[in-house]
């Protein structure tokens, strides 16, 4: 049983449609992370959200919005996408302290197949 | 700024070979290191850590030791299996939310 639970683990949309990618966390941890992970290119930092205050935002297109309504709940909102926003998006959590030395803790991942 | 080098892949071998995957990092402080593994289909999972220099982190038979003098972390298995195939991603995180990932080796075991 996995700590961080993503849902739907396959999604296909058009380009004009509006979806959601759920996260939760049953960890207890005060962080939570987007990650996407496309063919051939390196794991890429979309958001970060820390005690539900977001601060990351790793310059991503505003088609993508994300949402923490509390530290145990991640959404990202996905409207008007691009085919090559096709990718496996990965959510993670971890307990932060003063020195972030701590690991992450990552879902099974949602594959997002844009036609 | 901070970043993680890895061996290009694939690496195949045959079961029951010794593995070493290679890891290196660049870091303005002291960072933690990590190694996760991606099996077919699934997110990561993380196989071991090593928090400070000397470290020696541990898991499932994979070992890999935090070397600060050369800025390593070489990941090493003594028998390897064919259930062991997966991509391996070295990352680092250096006093920050951003855990920075290498590109990711992928392993091929053989029977």
């Known amino acids: 049983e996995t700590g961080v639970t993503q849902t739907p683990r396959h999604l296909v949309m058009g380009m004009t449609n509006k979806k959601s990618l759920k996260c939760e966390q049953h960890?207890?941890?005060?962080?939570m992370y987007w990650y996407k992970q496309s063919a051939k290119k390196p794991l890429e930092l979309m958001f970060v959200?820390?005690?539900?205050?977001?601060?990351e935002n790793n310059s991503v297109p505003s088609r993508f919005s994300p949402e923490c309504p509390n530290s145990s709940h991640l959404f990202l909102h996905l409207h008007t996408l691009q085919p090559e926003d096709s990718a496996l998006y990965l959510c993670a959590s971890s307990q932060d302290g003063a020195s972030y030395t701590g690991e992450l803790f990552f879902g099974e991942g949602s594959r997002l197949t844009v036609l | 700024g901070n970043s993680v080098t890895q061996m290009e892949g694939p690496v195949t071998l045959s079961e029951e070979a010794f593995l070493t995957i290679n890891c290196t990092y660049t870091?303005?402080?002291?960072?933690?290191l990590f190694w996760y593994v991606q099996y077919p289909g699934e997110g990561l999972q993380l196989l071991l850590k090593?928090?400070?220099?000397?470290d020696k982190g541990s898991n499932k038979g994979f070992e890999a030791t935090y070397r600060k003098e050369t800025t390593s972390f070489h990941l090493e298995k003594g028998s390897v299996q064919v259930s062991d195939s997966a991509v391996y991603f070295c990352a680092l995180r250096d006093s920050s939310y951003k855990l920075i990932f290498g590109s990711g080796t992928r392993l091929l075991v053989r029977p």
């Open positions: 959200y820390s005690l539900e205050e977001r601060v």
């Open positions: 090593a928090t400070k220099a000397d």
């Open positions: 960890l207890g941890h005060n962080a």
């Open positions: 870091a303005t402080g002291y960072p933690s």
